[in-house]
């Protein structure tokens, strides 16, 4: 079965350490652990979709489409990218500038982590008409918000297309409410809320007011909430000893993509969550995909 999709958003440089606990002011740490890999929403669920793919040796190929440039730092991205399979289009080739970076601290035991980051607002694309051709045998589409304007438009010709469009609702990002009108699946974090939200009951109904056929809203470890043809329900999510929490989310999103394919909407849930649940268990963004078929190369 071919399994083609297109990720649209950011990608950043991750720089990850693994600790006892977070530093108090002016105290120096050791890491027990650090490892370094590209990031971001987008990136880190195209680097998923691509390892299921080729795990489950599927046709198809993957496609990010962000903002990487061309300083030092960025090749360490692209390398990363190249590595795991995913054919990058950069948006600002040229662009001298550092890709952004995020430094994260991760907290042993428990996983939970700090994160200190620049995100793209200092690295929009411009929209090019050709960008349209990368939705060319495509089955899905992937939004994080991160390139609001771009993923519009690109939202707009996949919905002429009828190809499936996912939204990756990390954060409420101004315009998003353009990008999810044009949504068949919207997944959320705990963390978002459109204006005038203040509860997750209250997210619900905001975006089954805009007329999103899937919505589900997950909450860590806690039970995903979620919304398929007019109807309520929540999927438990495997209860696991975390390590790493950092990109489960994006993960569980680039499993939704590849396995929304083939299932129904709940089914695929599920077996997302049971990916970004292995996730956790190691230290890294990467780590998990080694237990399965071992890593993978270009």
Not at 5 to 34: H, S
């Amino acid at each position: 079965m071919e399994k083609s999709a297109l990720f649209v958003g950011l990608a950043t440089l991750d720089l990850l350490y693994l600790t006892p606990q977070i530093p108090q002011v002016n105290e120096k740490q050791v890491a027990l652990d650090y490892t370094v890999a590209a990031g971001g929403p987008a990136t880190n669920a195209a680097i998923a979709f691509e390892y299921l793919r080729r795990l489950h040796k599927n046709s198809g190929s993957t496609q990010l489409l962000t903002s990487v440039g061309n300083h030092p730092l960025s090749r360490l991205i692209r390398t990363d990218l190249e590595v795991y399979g995913v054919h990058c289009i950069d948006l600002d080739p040229k662009r001298i500038d550092p890709p952004p970076v995020s430094s994260i601290l991760v907290t042993q035991p428990g996983g939970d982590r700090a994160v200190i980051s620049i995100n793209a607002t200092h690295a929009q694309g411009v929209w090019n008409p050709e960008f349209s051709a990368l939705l060319d045998n495509i089955q899905v589409l992937l939004i994080d918000g991160h390139q609001m304007a771009i993923g519009q438009e690109l939202a707009q010709i996949a919905k002429a297309r009828k190809i499936p469009i996912i939204i990756d609702g990390g954060s409420w990002k101004p315009g998003f409410e353009g990008v999810l009108a044009l949504a068949d699946t919207v997944i959320t974090s705990a963390n978002f809320y459109p204006p005038g939200c203040d509860t997750h009951e209250q997210v619900m109904a905001y975006l089954v007011d805009l007329g999103i056929p899937q919505i589900a809203i997950t909450q860590g470890e806690g039970a995903i909430a979620y919304y398929t043809q007019g109807k309520q329900s929540h999927i438990a999510v495997p209860q696991v000893w975390a390590v790493d929490t950092l990109g489960a989310g994006d993960i569980l999103h680039g499993a939704f993509c590849y396995y929304f394919l083939e299932l129904d909407f709940a089914e695929a849930l599920a077996q997302s969550a049971q990916i970004a649940s292995a996730s956790v268990q190691q230290f890294g963004t990467r780590a998990w995909m080694k237990g399965e078929g071992g890593e993978m190369g270009g």
